[in-house]
């Protein structure tokens, strides 16, 4: 017996095709949300894995993360999925973060608490005088006492801390961290997105720092808006199991094919040709592209033209595993950013002090280090040479931002990888252009687009905006309009 309209539905539903080119994050989430209403799915990856930057690769006998490492719970989105994917029991916590900025006067110091940004709430406290001197505390103290004017009408994050506070607080202060984490200078960073409120409590208080301790006040004792979670074993266990539920539902699901091309027919069906000419690829009603910048703009402003380039910024990453168990006696430091022009490293991360899953599985005195390079509009200082030179100059820059001597000759394995970063979703302009972007990809019917350049970096961005988008072709399908819904 039929159940009539919702049987024509299913049917309905069953009969359309989608494809989504590109296998990163993005892509099999919104490939899994189509799946799961009867659509058929077809994901072609170019690469020989999934994943995109969600890659957990064995390093010196370790299983370590590449990419992410762990995803922000802000949303409650991403572990939704993971609980739906039946990896609950694997959700780990990492360890209390300690952030350590280098290449100050006196040595490296961990960033004291008081802060929201590296923005001090009281310049005169000695761990801030630490970093910025009595010069530096005397010019942040003027904000204190400068006319309001126009408080709080400033957009940019670095123009606002220069202005009000100084240039060695944005330089030592705010500059490493916006820099080291999300690769974009303050000057260029949303203060509404990073920093909710501010603007607000400034214009209150009279004061940019008073503003600050007038949030820090508001949220003590509140839990924290992006803890942290990661997976025992790696992120890598996340992308596994999408793709076998992907499976489970009959999706197909290529690797190592690169497509070169969309066209749109006569009929208003898309032909994916891929490097092998297309063939196998049926023609799709629906096309989600989940690749990154680049290969987006490449595979849409035929049918876009008006379609802007995405900037992106280059960064190399060189993981390293040593043996060292000097750093055993030191204070852990889970990231450490260095003053600019002070490093060329941009970032290092010790992993094993981050995840504890990961120090059990490496053993004591064992380190899994993963030393950045690259920035805003500056190529990686490990572009130039082979591999043998990426790690050298890798322990250098550890050894040099852990402040102790990591002898090359106990390393036992290193890995290195380049990205290409496109801007943080705090980036002042991301949210306008993503939205353009978006606008001029849904007037061409039949097209939608995930990912990091869209959505802004950070799985807990990637993924609720790569259900979004699904649900929006879903609801084309199944109604024929993106804005029909049950």
């Not at 076998?244 to 066209?263: K, P």
């Not at 690829?281 to 592209?289: G, R, S």
Request: charged share 20%; proline share 7%.
């Amino acid at each position: 017996m039929q159940n009539g309209p919702l049987d024509d539905l299913a049917a309905h539903a069953h009969d359309a095709r989608v494809t989504v080119v590109g296998g990163g994050i993005g892509g099999l989430v919104a490939a899994l949300a189509c799946a799961k209403i009867g659509i058929r799915v077809t994901l072609i990856e170019a690469y020989d894995r999934l994943g995109g930057a969600v890659w957990t690769h064995e390093v010196a006998g370790l299983a370590v993360d590449l990419g992410a490492e762990g995803y922000a719970t802000r949303g409650g989105t991403v572990r939704a999925l993971i609980e739906e994917l039946g990896l609950t029991a694997a959700v780990v916590p990492p360890a209390p973060r300690t952030v350590w900025i280098s290449g100050i006067p006196g040595g490296a110091q961990p960033l004291p608490d008081g802060t929201i940004r590296g923005i001090p709430e009281n310049p005169w406290d000695e761990r801030i005088r630490r970093f910025i001197g009595w010069r530096g505390a005397w010019r942040a103290y003027i904000d204190r006492i400068r006319p309001p004017l126009t408080i709080g009408q400033e957009r940019s994050l670095g123009r606002l801390v220069r202005t009000r506070m100084g240039e060695l607080v944005l330089e030592r202060l705010v500059a490493p961290l916006s820099l080291g984490a999300f690769s974009i200078h303050p000057d260029d960073v949303d203060v509404e997105a990073v920093a909710p409120g501010l603007s607000a409590a400034l214009t209150r208080t009279g004061s940019l720092s008073g503003g600050v301790s007038q949030l820090r006040a508001a949220s003590a004792g509140a839990s924290a808006a992006a803890g942290l979670e990661g997976i025992e074993g790696g992120m890598s266990r996340v992308i596994a199991a999408l793709h076998d539920r992907l499976v489970e539902l009959g999706a197909e699901v290529v690797v190592g094919s690169a497509v070169t091309a969309l066209e749109r027919g006569g009929n208003g069906r898309w032909s994916v040709i891929t490097a092998e000419g297309g063939l196998g690829v049926d023609p799709a009603d629906h096309v989600i592209v989940a690749t990154g910048a680049a290969d987006a703009h490449r595979l849409l402003t035929a049918a876009v033209p008006a379609l802007e380039p995405t900037p992106v910024t280059a960064l190399e990453v060189v993981t390293l595993v040593v043996d060292a168990p000097e750093l055993d006696a030191e204070p852990d430091r889970t990231e450490v950013y260095p003053v600019s022009g002070s490093s060329a490293a941009a970032s290092l991360t010790d992993s094993t002090a981050r995840w504890p899953w990961l120090r059990r599985a490496a053993g004591p005195g064992a380190h899994v280090l993963k030393v950045t390079f690259g920035g805003p509009g500056a190529e990686p200082a490990t572009a130039p040479l082979d591999d043998a030179g990426a790690e050298s100059l890798a322990v250098a820059e550890a050894s040099a931002l852990r402040g102790v001597t990591i002898d090359p000759g106990r390393v036992r394995g290193s890995h290195r990888a380049r990205y290409e970063q496109p801007p943080p979703v705090s980036a002042i302009g991301h949210r306008e252009s993503a939205e353009a972007a978006r606008e001029a990809i849904h007037a061409v019917p039949g097209l939608a687009v995930v990912g990091a350049w869209v959505a802004g970096t950070g799985i807990a961005q990637v993924v609720p905006d790569a259900l979004e988008e699904a649900e929006r072709v879903r609801r084309t399908v199944l109604w024929g309009s993106p804005d029909e819904r049950v």
